[in-house]
């Protein structure tokens, strides 16, 4: 029932005329759901070609010794990540087999599907200075592959996104965590890219950031019912792990 009623609240709100040809598609962590692929592969980011996702986003954290790698958690085997060498890591394999890609290894792959972009997701790190050192790391690797008009950014951290509102000032860099408005995300001159019951809380955000010229993003949507009523409020992007539903709405 309250999934009911939050999908008609979304749908009142969306008023009569629908806008879902505006809405686009960021396949969370890659396409993974289909066989030989796994959250944060390289596998994944094919897929997600294959898909005709706008972005696929994955996930980046730094270790010890400089290296940015492409994985979700911040452990791995016991192992905090930002506190490992590569070394420690880099044999460790992925549900399909792959071994935790290295982020200029994602790079390269990534450089060679066009018409897509990455939605680069740096995620928070135990210390400030590993959050600076990843940023710095990160956008590094993209300006060696000359890729600066294909990357969006999003974190969690809010330090991590003030560091890339900074560094790459043409990009779009957006914030996760769900709590700052749509008016001072404007100010800070970042977008809105929150989880759908962040706008259940707050059922005026997304037409406020419309306004505003905040593009919105909503995760991790895999209901397409709710799919379709954020379609319907012309949401910039949706991230899913369903990216085939998505596509079934938008064909229809």
């Not at 609240?9 to 962590?29: D, E, I, K, M, N």
Request: hydrophobic content about 40%; glycine content about 4%; charged content about 25%.
């Amino acid at each position: 029932m309250k999934k009911l009623l939050l999908t008609c609240s979304f749908v009142l709100l969306a008023g009569l005329s629908p806008l879902s040809a505006q809405t686009q598609l960021v396949a969370h962590r890659g396409f993974w759901d289909r066989e030989g692929s796994a959250q944060n592969s390289i596998a994944s980011l094919e897929a997600s070609h294959e898909v005709h996702a706008y972005g696929s986003e994955l996930d980046v954290i730094i270790t010890a010794d400089g290296i940015p790698v492409v994985h979700h958690d911040d452990e791995v085997q016991g192992m905090r990540i930002e506190d490992a060498s590569y070394e420690q890591i880099k044999d460790i394999q992925l549900q399909n087999g792959e071994v935790i890609p290295t982020f200029e290894s994602y790079l390269q792959k990534f450089a060679t599907l066009p018409d897509m972009k990455l939605v680069v997701e740096i995620k928070p790190h135990k210390r400030v200075v590993n959050e600076d050192r990843a940023v710095n790391a990160v956008v590094a690797l993209i300006e060696k592959y000359q890729l600066e008009n294909r990357v969006d950014y999003i974190s969690f951290s809010m330090n991590i996104c003030k560091e890339l509102v900074d560094r790459v000032p043409y990009a779009s860099v957006a914030y996760l965590n769900g709590e700052v408005s749509p008016a001072d995300l404007k100010r800070l001159g970042m977008d809105m890219d929150y989880h759908y019951k962040a706008f259940e809380k707050n059922p005026t955000w997304i037409q406020e950031a419309k306004e505003l010229g905040v593009k919105v993003n909503v995760w991790t949507v895999n209901d397409p019912v709710l799919m379709q009523s954020l379609m319907d409020q012309g949401v910039d992007f949706i991230t899913t792990d369903k990216p085939l539903e998505f596509n079934k709405l938008k064909a229809e």
